[in-house]
Each structure stands twice: as C-alpha cells, then as structure tokens.
Nanobody
Framework: QVQLVESGGGLVQPGGSLTLSCAAFGSIFTINGMRWYRQAPGKERELVAMRTSGGSAEYTDSVKGRFTISRINADNTVYLQMNSLKPEDTAVYYC??????????????WGPGTQVTVSS
C-alpha cells in the first residue's frame, strides 16, 4: 500500500541544476531510509544517494560534491539537489523508501522513475 510519487525530472543543460522530489504515501508507520537510484541506457541501476532517518547520508563517488540528498521531511518527502550536471548524469532516476508498515512488516517501495536528460 506504500506509493511513491517522483517529480522534478526534465531536460537541463550541462552545468545546470535540477531538484528531484520524492513523496511517500500509504501504510507507513515509520521510514528508516530514503534513497535515489539511477539507471542509464545499457547500464546497471546504481545507488546515487541515501539518507537514513538518523540523519546520515551517503553518495556514490561520481556525484560527491555535486549532489545533495535532503533529510527526510516530516511529510515523508526527500529531495535530491543536483548541481553541476554532466551529460553522464543522464538517466532515469528512481526513489526508494524502506521502513515499517503499521503491522510492523518491513516495506521496500519504489517510484516509477523520472527522466533526467543533460544535454547542450
């Protein structure tokens, strides 16, 4: 019953910025972590950034210093601020949320993905 809604994708020029948003809805008791993944054509899906409910954040090497994942918002949203975008950042970006449902069962929900295209 957990659903994710992503927004903010689109076309941006190299060196530009874009902010992605992910909102989680449904049978959520608590969220332990929210993550952003991406998958480029012909490549494996990779973890881009993650944020835990405790406040820690991690990034893949290729985006360190350029991307920032927000703390998990009170309305169960997270943002990915992407600066100094490069053509190699072009991919479908997916939000992933893990946590517990009200019945204490763990959930692992995925959004439908949002396209980010970096092109001059």
């Amino acid at each position: 019953q957990v659903q994710l809604v992503e927004s903010g994708g689109g076309l941006v020029q190299p060196g530009g910025s874009l902010t992605l948003s992910c909102a989680a809805f449904g049978s959520i008791f608590t969220i332990n972590g929210m993550r952003w993944y991406r998958q480029a054509p012909g490549k494996e899906r990779e973890l881009v950034a993650m944020r835990t409910s405790g406040g820690s954040a991690e990034y893949t090497d290729s985006v360190k210093g350029r991307f920032t994942i927000s703390r998990i918002n009170a309305d169960n949203t997270v943002y990915l601020q992407m600066n100094s975008l490069k053509p190699e950042d072009t991919a479908v970006y997916y939000c992933n949320v893990v946590g517990y449902q009200p019945n204490y069962e763990v959930f692992d929900a995925w959004g439908p993905g949002t396209q980010v295209t970096v092109s001059s």
